[in-house]
């Protein structure tokens, strides 16, 4: 197994203890949710907007579309919906006393390997409140698959999934979930079918390239392990993209693999091709060639003067 793959950027809280299950094999249980209710978490409170509900199996949160997310149209941009399912795992995993900067005190930190989510438009008008789901789905051995729902006004705008490991701070060798499965209950409920895996990811031999366009890494790109935040690499896959065809149309669905860190001051190479509504997608580092990602995006147009207003 690679050794190499794009950090893990959720801000977790809280050190795991020392006391590990005997056997961290693949568990699975359907949801049966036995007490619902608010909790506190160190930073939050009501001035943030932001209200919080756990359920054992299942954490949610909810978030107003801030003027930074949304589109000309005043709509949420689809692929912040990313954005919202990370923090929500985060917050998720601060309760569970799962941090990051915690278990770096363990020598371990946590990477995604791969991800993916489908949006079913109109996005949220600004200001709308967004309610977010995340629960583990499987643990294995050493791979843990998250996954999460975004409602608005009782209608979900989309689905998702994320796979990830456990690894050493310094080496990124994959390390056992067992850690993870003590502190952690799963859920088996399906909200995304297991579809055709993303490890095959790549420019298609004979595929037109639609796009291709260089980008700096800079400073504010970077999450607190000063590599290139896993939510970034979207946003740049997708500018090498035609605006118009951008404004035109909508992200239907995505299929992202990670595979290395980029850093601070990385040139990186944005290749795009396809078309047809259907683009394959590569980030790679200048310097040396070296493969940071893969993504598959698939797009629909956009309804007429759909706004999505309240």
Request: a neutral charge.
């Amino acid at each position: 197994m690679a050794t190499a793959f794009a950090s893990f950027c959720w801000t977790w809280s809280a050190r795991l203890p020392n006391t590990r299950r005997a056997n961290p094999s693949t568990t699975t249980s359907q949801c049966s949710p036995s007490h619902t209710g608010e909790i506190e978490l160190p930073g939050i409170g009501v001035g943030a907007g932001v209200k919080i509900f756990s359920e054992v199996m299942k954490f949610r949160s909810v978030y107003r579309v801030r003027s930074s997310e949304m589109t000309p149209e005043c709509l949420l941009k689809d692929y912040y919906v990313g954005m919202y399912f990370q923090e929500c795992f985060a917050e998720y995993a601060a309760a569970r006393k799962c941090a990051a900067y915690d278990i770096a005190a363990d020598s371990l930190t946590w990477l995604t390997v791969e991800g993916g989510v489908e949006f079913f438009p109109p996005m949220p008008f600004w200001r709308s409140p967004v309610e977010v789901s995340v629960w583990l789905y499987k643990i294995g051995a050493v791979r843990m698959r998250t996954n999460f729902e975004a409602h608005c006004d009782g209608r979900r705008i989309a689905r998702g999934y994320s796979v990830n490991l456990m690894a050493d701070l310094k080496t990124h060798r994959p390390q056992r979930s067992a850690v993870v499965a003590e502190k952690f209950e799963t859920c088996a409920e399906e909200v995304f079918p297991e579809a055709e895996s993303v490890c095959k990811m790549d420019i298609p031999d004979g595929a037109p390239v639609v796009g291709r366009l260089v980008q700096t890494v800079r400073f504010d790109d970077l999450d607190f392990n000063m590599h290139l935040n896993n939510v970034r690499y979207i946003p740049r896959a997708l500018e090498a993209l035609d605006l118009d065809y951008r404004l035109a149309h909508s992200l239907k669905s995505y299929r992202i693999k990670f595979e290395r860190e980029a850093r601070f001051g990385d040139e990186i190479e944005s290749v795009a091709a396809g078309g047809d509504g259907a683009f394959s997608h590569l980030l790679r580092r200048v310097s040396d060639g070296a493969a940071l990602c893969a993504m598959r995006t698939f797009w629909q147009p956009n309804a007429a003067a759909e706004r999505g207003k309240p």
